[in-house]
């Protein structure tokens, strides 16, 4: 979730399109769809979420969650509304780290948030919301942004235990790496995932890596990047069933 004032909406979505433009070739600024061509994309929406933005005034917000934790390892798991739970979960965290204020939420076009059940969840959380759209990402710069962010972070984690073998193309070493069986793909997304981590430190932005066995914010409170890794609160916290 990228959050900000509302007021800020086209200078982002400005910023953000000309980045894109410059070097996606009219593509979407997808994780999944990673190239050499949008590393520069990457790094430079990186560089200008850390680097240019007021972080009193924006806000990166991913939640991530394990299928096989005490949670989600349930029969009959209902995915479908434990992702709306979830979305549910998220906005709700966000938007008490804001002002009071009216919000408005825009989500990734799909056909398993029900708007109308998700605003009432946040009703009953006194979250005061505006409105609550669905809009196409091709169209909307800032999910394009949020997807980049997310597919990074589920990267991080689901791919930790590989990061030993990635080698910087930038970097020359004296023994090469036997054991590199990483993608092309993979390789790319390594880079991009080390130039932030690296970005992150330099300006103490409070994100670890290695420690949280991927991306994750220990204290989102001194910081505007906050990678959280949904654990069970209590025993009865369960995924909710078909």
């Not at 979730?1 to 593509?27: K, Q, R, V």
């Not at 590393?39 to 933005?53: R, V």
């Not at 509304?81 to 204020?101: C, D, E, I, S, T």
Request: net charge positive; charged share 35%.
């Amino acid at each position: 979730m990228i959050s900000h004032p509302y007021d800020m909406t086209n200078e982002l979505e400005e910023n953000i399109n000309e980045i894109i433009a410059n070097f996606c070739d009219g593509e979407e600024l997808k994780w999944a769809k990673i190239s050499e061509f949008k590393l520069k994309a990457y790094k430079n929406i990186i560089d200008y979420f850390l680097e240019d933005l007021d972080p009193k005034r924006v806000r990166v917000d991913v939640l991530r969650w394990d299928t096989e934790n005490s949670r989600h390892n349930i029969q009959k798991r209902d995915d479908n509304k434990n992702l709306q739970m979830m979305y549910y979960k998220l906005f709700k965290n966000v938007a008490f780290r804001w002002p009071h204020g009216k919000w408005n939420f825009f989500l990734d076009e799909n056909r398993i948030i029900n708007r109308d059940e998700l605003k009432r969840y946040l009703d009953k959380s006194r979250v005061n919301i505006k409105t609550i759209k669905k809009v196409n990402s091709k169209d909307n710069p800032l999910i394009q942004v949020a997807d980049f962010f997310t597919g990074m972070s589920v990267f991080s984690k689901k791919n930790f235990k590989n990061l030993n073998q990635y080698e910087d193309p930038h970097q020359t070493r004296l023994v090469p790496l036997e054991d590199n069986d990483l993608s092309k793909k993979d390789n790319m997304r390594f880079e991009i995932l080390i130039y932030f981590d690296k970005k992150c430190k330099d300006l103490k932005k409070g994100v670890s890596l290695k420690s949280g066995e991927g991306l994750w914010t220990p204290n989102p409170n001194n910081t505007n990047l906050n990678f959280w890794h949904y654990e069970p609160q209590v025993e009865e916290d369960k995924a909710p069933t078909k």
